[in-house]
């Protein structure tokens, strides 16, 4: 019988399109390979921020010398081309060992270069991010990442068809890993731009500042004075920025779910073995029904929500219309199911589950940073909802009023926060 994350994916063999027996058996060995890898290379919290910096790195490289970093990258952009969903299993199985494993596999914030890189900047990166580079993504500001519109980091012409952009990016994560970075900016025209970043590129600095999660990462702003940013830098064209961020994040963000998620599950599998041991050991006489109600929704709750996960992450991956709106309401609610869930399931261990080293304190700081990371959930959920109402038919069931056209581009709705 399987065991950890795969014990919970078995169930979804009958629901996840390409989670055959096969493929379930190649996330089981993902799974013991990170396993393996974190005893070589422990991520605990106790341990030197460089150190873990260091260990989350070596872990992406070794998967991907095993071949497991691009089970589920698409074989056009050079993956095995497991299908879409696998990639929230595989991002389930991370969360589960560890919420900063996040990226250890697939191509992260590199999908946008995969996507939407010119030919020299993909074939320069590309193979890269495969190997076990890290990906960052730079689009924050001190005015707020609900904000994109307003972003003040600036392209100059330089006169020999370059541009020079200045500016300063806040809470940015893997600011000292990334080797490469999608960054947003505003084109000398005005308009919000992507662009590939080498991270060694001069004109470059970094402010470290220390989180209160998802610390396995450095964290903080990257300060950009006149970077040279080339054509063949630009990701689509000047001016696709708002577009190429949304599309992104509409895949993204269900993986980030899908993380999170895993994380709620590990705390739910320790707070069981604690009530199996304690009853076990006679501690105490039967499991109380709070204690038994509480694993039960909770457990509903993490299975619902990744099923969810792996909806949202498919419809991104076939560029359905909706997409968008999944996956800022399934990374908002998942994020909030798993933090509730680990917050409750951590009460019944006591006060054991109150220790700084325990599993159940380090996930729900880490969980605490899925709450803003990747977009903070009001915003996420507004989102959503004024999608929902854009696209509803104005008119009450039963009456033939025809639907009424509306812009699903107004300038606030276009505030795909991060
Ligand atoms: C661990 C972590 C990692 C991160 N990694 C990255 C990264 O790699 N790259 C990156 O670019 N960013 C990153 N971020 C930033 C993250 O995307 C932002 O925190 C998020 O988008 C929210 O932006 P903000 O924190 O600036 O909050 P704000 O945009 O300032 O919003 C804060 C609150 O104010 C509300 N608000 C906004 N406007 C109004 C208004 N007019 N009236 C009332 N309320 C308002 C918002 O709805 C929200 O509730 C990271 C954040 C964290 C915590």
Redesign the pocket.
Known sequence: MSTGAVRWLEPLQRSVPGLGTGVLARIARFDDALTGLLAAFPVDHGLAPETRSLHLRQVRQRLAADSLLSLAVPARHGGHGYPAGIQALLQFACGYHDVNLRDSTGLGHGQLIADHATPQARDRWLPAILAGAVP?????ESQ????VHATTTHAVAAGDGTWRVTGV?T????LTEAAVFCLFFTSPSGQLTAAVLDASSAGLSRQLIT?A??SGWA?GELRLDQVTIRPCDILGQPGDGMRLLRGHFAAYRPLVAATALGAAAAVHDHAAAVLACRRHDGTIPRVRDSALITLGRTWAQVNAALLGAVTAHQLAATGHPDAETWGCGVKAHAADIAYQAASELALLEGAAGFTASSLAVKVRADLN?LL?????H??LYRSAGRNLITSATPALPGTATAPIPQPRDSPDQALA??
């Open positions: 960052g993504i730079a689009i924050t707020g990442g609900t904000r990016k809470w940015i994560s893997r989180p999660g998802l964290w940073a803003y990371a990747d977009g903070i009001d915003s926060s991060t």
